[in-house]
C-alpha cells in the first residue's frame, strides 16, 4: 500500500479537459491508426502461428548451451522446409523451433516430429510439443474470426438494451477501432499471431466495452440531473468525473500485465504486449471516440428522460 501512496497523492483529483472541443484533432489521429492497421494487414497479412498455419513446434530446454548454427544446419538438411529456430531466456540453454506445414496430412507431420527430436538427439527436454495439420489450421482460423464477429456483435447488443442505440452505436465504433488497431500490430510488426492473439483481442474487447459503459452510465445519470446543460459541456464534465476511476484501473492493470510480460516466458509475450497496447487505445477510444460521437447522432434528452420532470441546472456563479 506504501508503494501506491505517493501515486494517489499526486494524481490530479479533479480534470478539466477539453474532450469535445479538440474531437477533430482525435478523430483525425484514430483514422490514421486505422487506415494504417487496415493497410498493413491487406498488404503484409499476418505472421500465423502454428494455431493458424499448421506444422511442428517444439519448445525444448538443453543440459548445455546450445550451438545454433549447428542445430539450424542440421535440422535444414532434413528436407522440411526452412526450419524457424529461436533462443528464449538468457541462459542459452531453451529454444523453440517451428517446422513449417508438410504435404501428406497429419502422417507427414508426425513423421516431421520424430525426424528433428532424432536429430536434436539425447540431453533435450521436451517442454513443449505441438502437431497441427491443415485442416485444424483453417478451422481454428474461421472459429476465431467468428468468435471476434459475435463478441463485437453481442457487446453492440447488450449496450443498445443497457442504453439507447446513440450510446451503442459509439460503443462499436470505439470497439472497432480497438480491435483494427490491435490486429493491425500483429501484422505491422510481425508478431506470432495464435489463440493467445485472440484472447488478448477478445480481452481488449471487454474491456474496451467496460471502459465506454462507465463513461455513458455517468452522462447518462447527468442528462437527467442537468436538465439544461449544454450537450458538449456535459459531455466534457461526465469524462472529468470519471478520469480519476480510469486512470487508476489502467495503472492497476497495467501492472499485471507488465508482470505476465516479464515473467509469463515467451509464450505469453505477444498477450502481453497486445494488452499494454489495447489499454492504451481502449482508455483513448472510449474517451476520445465513443464520447463525442454521441453529439453527431441527435442524441435528444426526452430519449433519456422519457417526459419526466427533471431538476434544472443551475451554473455557479464563477469566483
Known amino acids: 500500500m506504501a508503494f501506491f501512496q505517493p501515486i494517489l497523492r499526486y494524481m490530479p483529483t479533479e480534470f478539466k479537459w477539453d474532450v469535445v472541443g479538440s474531437r477533430s484533432l482525435w478523430y483525425g489521429l484514430n483514422m490514421v491508426l486505422v487506415v494504417v492497421a487496415l493497410l498493413s494487414i491487406g498488404v503484409k497479412g499476418f505472421n500465423l502461428g502454428i494455431d493458424f498455419a499448421g506444422g511442428v513446434l517444439l519448445e525444448a530446454r538443453s543440459e548445455k548451451v546450445i550451438d545454433l548454427a549447428s542445430m539450424r544446419s542440421g535440422l535444414n538438411s532434413l528436407g ?57 489450421g483453417a ?55 495464435d489463440l493467445v492473439s485472440i484472447a488478448a483481442v477478445l480481452t481488449i474487447a471487454g474491456y474496451s466495452v467496460n471502459d465506454s459503459i462507465v463513461v455513458y452510465d455517468r452522462v447518462r445519470e447527468m442528462l437527467r440531473k442537468y ?17 480519476p476511476r480510469t486512470l487508476l484501473t489502467v495503472f492497476t492493470v497495467f501492472l499485471t500485465v507488465v508482470a505476465i510480460l516479464v515473467f509469463g516466458g515467451e509464450t505469453l509475450h505477444g498477450f502481453a504486449i497486445a494488452m499494454l497496447w489495447g489499454l492504451l487505445v481502449g482508455t483513448f477510444s472510449s474517451i476520445r471516440v465513443g464520447m463525442p460521437v454521441l453529439l453527431y447522432l441527435d442524441l435528444r434528452r426526452d430519449d433519456i428522460l422519457g417526459g419526466v420532470a427533471q431538476p434544472e441546472y443551475e451554473r455557479k456563479p464563477a469566483e
Open 80 to 136: 522440411l522446409g526452412e526450419v524457424s529456430i529461436t533462443t528464449s531466456g538468457n541462459t542459452g540453454k531453451d529454444v523453440s523451433i517451428r517446422v513449417p506445414q508438410q504435404e501428406g496430412g497429419d502422417q507427414a507431420q508426425n513423421q516431421a516430429l520424430k525426424k528433428v527430436q532424432e536429430t536434436m538427439g539425447p540431453g533435450y527436454e521436451f517442454l513443449r510439443t505441438e502437431v497441427v495439420g491443415p485442416k485444424v
Open 139 to 193: 478451422e481454428l482460423i474461421i472459429n476465431s474470426a467468428l468468435a471476434i464477429a459475435l463478441a463485437v456483435s453481442g457487446i453492440a447488443i447488450y449496450v443498445w438494451f443497457r442504453f439507447e442505440w446513440q450510446f451503442a452505436l459509439g460503443a462499436c465504433l470505439a470497439l472497432c477501432s480497438d480491435v483494427i488497431t490491435t490486429l493491425g500490430l500483429f501484422s505491422l510488426f510481425e508478431m506470432n499471431f
Open 227 to 243: 436538465k439544461k446543460m449544454p450537450l458538449p459541456e456535459l459531455l466534457n464534465l461526465a469524462v472529468n468525473r470519471v478520469m
